[in-house]
């Protein structure tokens, strides 16, 4: 597995500094400034991140429903589908940051997709989603895609909590341009200011001194984002005023005020350069720019101060495209300034989508027409299609994928409406942008992380090939960590799956559970033949890290009776109508042979003569497994394949559905008319770890070991693995029979496809019908590219019915 998991990760790690080489072409003669440069790739490719996103079908349900989603696995830096993780993890988190429901999915190619039933014990509330991969754990849970959705429980009383009051009604925040205010040097600031319900307000706002004179006005642009000039003079305290819509007043603190320091400003001169200006006070020397665009290095440059300034001239051809960060660095190399700039994609995923009708009939075909573009060439693409009724309930904004892998998921905080930076190019526009890198920083490292020398120690590992399960084995007498013990974890089943792990020197073990699908009861156990002492514990996969993120204040609406209750009626015939087809996971395996493949030797006791005991048996069939007494107990011995007519010298791995049996007595003992098949591997037998001396292999008929006493000291548990895939059920009204049905149809979630290819002319159809829920209807188009690309796409349709 370690040896896979270093293949999967080279892999990676050889195809992202390939790239990044290329990327780096335009930075030759670099002069001094390679070691900054050579630093940073380094750091990159030490540390492999990964980004996921979700596109959720829909942002409200009511409980009952089920969440259809889709995830994308890419590359951190360069967004493009990402290989090293098989398997993603989904959670719904409450607002205190409980998880109320969980999941795993498979991913190939760096995208899956699945769904998650809504229980009726849920409270109404916003909740958040997020997801991640067991990578992903190494790093800030801040890295985790989140994203609000609502849940309303329509038979469950609300349950009102009074918020607490709050000694501010609004948080202000100011941010020096590059970090630093320096008294006597003129700087921007840029601001922000929400409300409790975590929304930029609208306000006037302005700065006074200690003698309460004005020395600065400013207002927000959007979203309570804005920026102003400022220079701090001496022998001044300030302080700044807030005045909101009422006309209230509030008073803030302004940023601390430094006697010495630089200062950086970045301004757009031309189509061409940036320029990027720093001054220092009582500072000479020389001074450090570097630009990078998600780690990649684009520009390096070091000047001499004169007269406390120097300026950098950055060619914006050589940025990539989405955010860069300037980082200043004084002459020891430590960062004294940074700043983000946003540079708008020269190429983008353009997609269209059209209905042949703008309005349609109960039960009438809807056709969805789809093209995608590079700008204006096709290209393909994986996209995910969501159509679902517009009601009057107020629902979260849905979330993107363009807007989040090119801007959210790298920058701190939340990003209000970040839909809007993309779908509005208005000198207004770019304005509220660059507001919104002065006041929102890089989160994806800090340059401590990056001039280390020591290599990074990760507590998880990817997982390449399948989910894998961790767990540690203890001394039952001391509680102390066993290292060195075999273990064995297995799914009772028809088809034999075992899984074997020996501890390492802090007790620890992991099993690659491939092909281990839904919810399963599992054994997990040492060979309690020669370690009796010893227990096993298992972990939960999913992360107990907490971040940021938070979810709004929920409370009830008076007006949301009439269409909570048309909902819930229409939720809860659909759930009484659905075809019991259309609730069952499936797993696509057509291999039916048990983990050591093809057997040796294989009985089906149905075609034999029946014997009331497993001893003759085993006398009587099975001529490559010798069986004996010794002090009073049973034996079994295989005859190695090798060496004709010779036993090995160890007891074979001897299994019931899977699970390994440590006493031969148990079974032989067991009643031979509940075994269906009896398999035997004459010879050594190699899985992980551990070399088995052959192995005897039972099966019931039900594969539940039919009533089969397990040893005590093994541990059962319920286990969940990777989803099943389960198709999106909805009715289709081909002939007139199906129309006049009298089988209510209230889907409100008309269409969910998690994958659809658009072909080479970038071309993709689909149709679906309309249910007999009449309203406005919208249309959630989200997609990729193989190369990283990323768009999306919305529209609306009516459904009325037909007037008489």
Not at 166 to 190: C, H, M, W
Request: glycine letters at 6%.
């Amino acid at each position: 597995m370690k040896k896979n998991f270093l293949s999967i990760y080279s892999t990676a790690l050889l195809k992202k500094t390939a790239i990044v080489a290329l990327l780096l072409s335009p930075m030759v003669g670099f002069g001094q400034q390679s070691t900054l440069s050579q630093q940073l790739v380094q750091h990159s490719q030490r540390a492999v991140q990964e980004k996921v996103f979700v596109h959720l079908d829909r942002p409200l349900y009511l409980v009952g429903e089920t969440i259809w989603f889709k995830t994308f696995c890419v590359d951190a830096s360069l967004h493009q589908p990402l290989t090293m993780s098989k398997v993603a993890y989904l959670e719904v988190l409450d607002k205190d940051h409980t998880s109320v429901l969980q999941t795993k999915i498979s991913l190939e190619d760096g995208k899956g997709f699945g769904s998650v039933f809504i229980p009726p014990f849920l409270q109404s509330g916003h909740y958040s989603v997020r997801s991640y991969t067991n990578w992903m754990k190494n790093f800030s849970p801040d890295f985790y895609f989140e994203t609000t959705i609502t849940i309303v429980n329509p038979f469950s009383k609300p349950t009102f909590t009074p918020a607490p009051k709050s000694t501010l009604a609004y948080d202000l925040q100011l941010f020096p341009e590059g970090g630093n205010l320096v008294k006597g040097i003129r700087n921007k600031i840029g601001f922000r200011a929400i409300g409790e319900n975590g929304k930029g307000i609208k306000f006037k706002g302005t700065i006074v001194n200690q003698q309460n004179d004005t020395v600065a006005h400013f207002e927000p642009l959007k979203f309570g984002i804005g920026a102003f000039d400022f220079t701090p003079t001496d022998g001044n305290q300030y302080r700044v005023l807030l005045t909101d819509a009422q006309k209230r007043w509030f008073t803030y603190p302004m940023p601390a005020i430094q006697e010495q320091g630089y200062v950086m400003q970045v301004k757009d001169s031309t189509a061409l350069f940036l320029q990027v200006t720093v001054s220092a006070r009582n500072l000479q020397g020389e001074v450090s720019l570097l630009a990078h665009s998600k780690d990649i290095p684009k520009f390096a440059e070091k000047n001499v101060l004169k007269d406390g300034k120097t300026v950098f001239l950055v060619n914006k051809n050589n940025l990539g495209d989405g955010i860069t960060s300037i980082t200043l660095f004084d002459n020891n190399q430590k960062p004294v300034c940074e700043r983000l700039y946003f540079k708008r994609p020269a190429q983008s995923l353009v997609l269209s989508a059209q209905t042949d009708k703008k309005q349609y009939a109960p039960r009438e075909k809807i056709s969805l027409d789809l093209t995608s573009a590079q700008n204006t060439t096709p290209v393909i693409a994986d996209l995910s299609v969501s159509v679902f009724l517009i009601d009057s309930l107020p629902a979260p904004e849905q979330t993107f994928i363009e807007s989040y892998l090119g801007l959210s998921s790298d920058l701190k905080g939340t990003v209000e409406s970040p839909g809007y930076y993309f779908q509005n190019t208005s000198i207004e526009a770019d304005q509220a942008l660059d507001n919104l890198m002065l006041t929102h920083g890089w989160r994806r490292f800090n340059w401590d992380e990056v001039t280390q020398t020591k290599a990074p120690n990760f507590a998880y590992i990817p997982e390449p090939v399948g989910h894998i399960l961790w767990g540690k084995v203890v001394d039952a007498k001391t509680g102390l960590p066993a290292p060195g013990i075999d273990t064995y974890l297995a799914a009772p089943n028809k088809r034999a799956q075992l899984f074997v792990a020996n501890s390492d020197s802090l007790g620890r073990v992991f099993y690659e559970l491939k092909h281990f699908y839904g919810s399963r009861e599992i054994v997990v156990q040492t060979n309690t033949a020669k370690d009796s002492t010893y227990r096993i514990e298992i972990n939960s996969p999913y992360s107990e890290k907490i971040s940021a993120y938070s979810v709004p204040a929920f409370s009830f609406d008076d007006s949301w009776k009439n269409p909570l209750l048309a909902r819930s009626i229409n939720m809860q015939a659909r759930n009484a109508f659905l075809p019991k087809s259309a609730q069952q996971f499936t797993t696509n395996e057509t291999d039916t042979l048990a983990f050591f493949g093809k057997p040796d030797e294989k009985y089906l006791l149905d075609a034999y003569t029946r014997f009331p005991t497993i001893e003759e048996v085993m006398r009587e069939y099975v001529p490559g497994v010798f069986v004996r007494k010794r002090q009073g107990k049973f034996i079994f011995r295989v005859f190695d394949q090798l060496q004709a007519n010779v036993p090995f010298e160890d007891e074979p791995l001897i299994m019931l559905d899977g699970v390994p049996i440590f006493d031969t007595d148990k079974i032989v003992a067991f009643d031979p008319l509940k075994i269906r098949k009896l398999e035997v591997i004459d010879g050594l037998y190699y899985l992980g770890p551990i070399a088995f001396p052959g192995i005897v292999s039972y099966t019931t008929y039900k594969g539940d070991l039919g009533g089969f006493q397990l040893d005590p000291r093994a541990l059962v548990l319920s286990y969940e693995g990777v989803q099943g895939k389960k198709e999106f059920y909805a009715p289709r009204y081909d002939i007139a029979e199906q129309q006049k049905s009298r089988v209510p149809d209230f889907r409100n979630l008309l269409h969910w496809s998690p994958q659809l290819i658009t072909d080479p002319q970038g071309k993709q159809s689909l149709n679906f019908y309309s249910s007999d829920q009449t309203g406005t209807y919208k249309v959630v188009v989200q997609g990729m590219t193989k190369n990283g690309m990323t768009g999306s796409k919305t529209l609306t349709f009516e459904v009325k019915k037909a007037s008489l």
